[in-house]
Every structure is written in C-alpha cells, then in structure tokens.
C-alpha cells in the first residue's frame, strides 16, 4: 500500500505559502497499514516552472503536479511549458486542466477546451492530469467528469480529482462519485485549509 504527500514550489524552488491550495509536506513517520507494516510513502510537489520541477527531482518528489499560476490555486499551463518540463526530468508529470480561476463549473465551451488540454498535456509527455468539475450545487459534475476521463483515459494517462472535492457540499459523498467514475487519486485537505487540519 502507498500514501501520498502533497506540497506546492514557487518559481524559486520554496514552498509555496500564500496560496488556498498550498498543501504541507509530509511529517516524517510513514503512515501505518491497518495489519501493522508500514505503507510506502510518495511525495508530489506542485510546480509552476522549470525551475522548480527540477529542484523538486532533486529534493526527492516522486511526481510532480504542473499548474501555471499558484496564486490563483493553478490554472492550465502552456503546452511549451508542459513539453519543457516533461523532457527536462525523469519524473511523471501530472498536468493541471483547469480553464479558470474562481470556480470549478464549467459550460460546454469550457469542457471543450479542457478537452483539448487533456489530449494536449498527452503529446507533449505528461503521464496524467489533474481536474475537478463540480455542479452550481456543489456536486461532482458526473456526467461533464466521464466525459473528461473519458479522453484522458483514450490517451492512455491517470486522471486525479483535484481540491475541488474541499469545496463540495458533501465531501464524503463526492468521494463516493469519484471512485465510482473510476479516477486514480483525490487530493484533499479533509475541507480544511491545509492537510494538516484536515487530517
């Protein structure tokens, strides 16, 4: 069994502080399996720039989380910038498909556009992709998420559900949603500001 940690890079390489989305790094003792043994312990850094994807490999993450814009809790970043970091390290990369800032409820045009996000993360290298479609309501958007995955899944890359699910009206029940559209992974922070709170 494995566990992840999560933590977010500036452009300088330093955790990133000023953001909603800014997760801690792990604490130091690995988590326990119910039976005993000790799960093996992952660490994702989110970057926004070269710069920090590579002192990110150095510092010993186990895969990165590629977003342009921390401060706004990431958006998509550029296809050049995706083709950059992925060829300049040996980690996977998971790339943010995010349109906007603000909210996580998007109109068909906005799902198109991720949609082409999604198939383009895939040709410039990147090993997965990180998103989250909710309702006005605060739900997870099923039917808008199949379709994302859908793609995601054509170009052969992991799907994780980002922070969004933190915001949801019910987040217990949207992580039932998500298991059942079949993604990979769920960051959270357990509908606190940070993971520390939420644990």
Same mark, same amino acid.
């Given at each position: ?23 801690? *790094? ?18 994702? %850094? ?54 906007? %800032?603000?909210?996580?409820?998007? %109109? ?55 922070? *969004? ?35």
């Amino acid at each position: 069994q494995s566990t992840w940690g999560h933590t977010r890079l500036n452009s300088r390489g330093l955790p990133f502080s000023h953001d909603h989305f800014s997760e801690p *790094a792990l604490t130091s003792a690995p988590p326990q399996t119910r039976h005993g043994s000790q799960m093996a312990r992952h660490f994702e %850094a989110c970057v926004d720039c070269l710069e920090s994807a590579l002192a990110a490999e150095a510092g010993g993450a186990s895969r990165l989380e590629l977003c342009e814009s921390l401060v706004e809790g990431g958006v998509t970043p550029s296809a050049g910038k995706i083709a950059v970091v992925c060829s300049s390290v040996s980690l996977p990369v998971h790339v943010i498909v995010r349109p906007m %800032a603000g909210h996580f409820c998007y %109109a068909k045009r906005e799902l198109d556009m991720m949609k082409h996000d999604i198939k383009t993360a895939a040709l410039c290298g990147a090993k997965g992709v990180v998103l989250g479609v909710l309702t006005p309501s605060g739900e997870v958007d099923a039917a808008a998420m199949e379709q994302l995955i859908g793609v995601a899944r054509e170009c052969r890359m992991g799907v994780v559900f980002h922070r *969004a699910i933190d915001v949801c009206r019910n987040p217990l029940e949207a992580y039932g949603v998500c298991a059942s559209l079949g993604v990979d992974c769920v960051l959270t922070s357990g509908a606190c500001s940070c993971a520390m709170e939420g644990a």
